[in-house]
């Protein structure tokens, strides 16, 4: 079982930066492959960005590659999501995920546990 824990949403005007972070409980953080997922009004839950257990291997939407970057502390039980050049269309839920097959997939279903959420808006 692994318990997540979003932080660090907020209002930010475009172009700035945010920086997500998602706290793990449990001795086997390093264990799961973990992933980056946002959800709009009215929208589907759309895959962000993920990272391999290491940390030596992430992937990324099109849409955030070059803005966004992913990383990990595994000794923290954390993962970190730094938003950077923000734009009106990032505008969100933000969600952290844990994936024990630990592929980096990009589907939600096919991950395992879930935080609760952090909301970013991004005012133009």
């Known amino acids: 079982q692994v318990q997540l824990v979003e932080s660090g949403g907020g209002l930010v005007q475009a172009g700035g930066s945010l920086r997500l972070s998602c706290a793990a409980s449990?001795?086997?953080?390093?264990?799961?492959?973990m992933g980056w997922f946002r959800q709009a009004p009215g929208k589907e839950r759309e895959f962000v960005a993920a990272?391999?257990?290491?940390?030596?291997?992430?992937r990324y939407a099109d849409s955030v590659k070059g803005r966004f970057t992913i990383s990990r502390d595994n000794a923290k039980n954390t993962v970190y999501l730094q938003m950077n050049s923000l734009k009106p269309e990032d505008t969100a839920v933000y969600y952290c995920?844990?994936?024990?097959?630990?592929?980096?997939?990009?589907?939600?279903?096919?991950?395992?546990?879930w935080g609760q959420g952090t909301q970013v808006t991004v005012s133009s």
């Open positions: 995920a844990a994936d024990y097959v630990g592929l980096q997939r990009v589907i939600p279903r096919e991950y395992d546990y």
């Open positions: 449990g001795r086997t953080f390093s264990t799961y492959a």
């Open positions: 990272i391999s257990r290491t940390g030596g291997s992430t």
